[in-house]
């Protein structure tokens, strides 16, 4: 299936803005919200479909070469290799660790803070991160989670208070490794998802 361009692409990321958000130690999460555009997704999944893969580690532009090995047309090029050079500016890093997969079962259900510096998602099919404001979440029960929906004792202000990012939106959220975030980080988990229900997911990290 050829899909048509995706727009608007993503060269035009604020970067700038998304820095300064970042560099505020309050923050935990900056999310750039986008229209859901279903070209946009196609290009991804005809990706994935061609060449079944889940991991490219590198610099971006071995990164690049391996996207393009496996079949990535220029839509999927351009999107992905644009969010390649948003994160590794704002990571400061050089080397990144890429994952693209679909997914079919939930694989973290209970709030949690992860390690890394900073770390990029974006769903392009199915649900995105969910994750709680700071005022909603008992960090002292992290750990402590129970699995029934609203029973998760680290979401004190119960079930309605789960914030999702959209679909397509692309979160970047700070992990306890971010400069200065020992005891912070983004409480987050993963949303439900099944093989009825699966997500098609783009994870950007620091290759550590
Ligand atoms: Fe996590």
Request: glycine share 8%.
């Amino acid at each position: 299936m050829t899909a048509a361009a995706i727009a608007p692409p993503p060269a035009d990321l604020p970067t700038d803005a998304l820095r300064r958000r970042l560099d505020d130690p309050a923050t935990q999460l900056a999310v750039i919200e986008r229209a859901p555009d279903g070209r946009r997704d196609e290009h991804i999944a005809a990706m994935v479909a061609n060449t079944p893969f889940r991991r490219l580690v590198g610099p971006s532009d071995a990164i690049e070469r391996g996207l393009r090995r496996h079949g990535a047309d220029t839509e999927a090029l351009t999107e992905i290799a644009g969010l390649l050079q948003l994160f590794s500016t704002l990571a400061a890093c050089r080397e990144m660790d890429v994952l693209i997969e679909w997914q079919t079962r939930r694989q973290c259900p209970l709030f949690h803070v992860d390690a890394h510096p900073l770390r990029l998602l974006c769903a392009y099919l199915g649900p995105g991160l969910e994750y709680l404001d700071e005022a909603d979440a008992d960090r002292d029960a992290l750990g402590r989670g129970g699995r029934a929906p609203g029973r998760d004792p680290v979401c004190r202000g119960g079930p309605q208070t789960v914030r999702r990012v959209a679909h397509q939106a692309v979160a970047l959220f700070k992990g306890t490794g971010w400069p200065g975030n020992a005891g912070r980080g983004l409480v987050h988990r993963s949303p439900p998802t099944s093989p009825r229900c699966p997500r098609l997911v783009l994870r950007i990290d620091v290759r550590q």
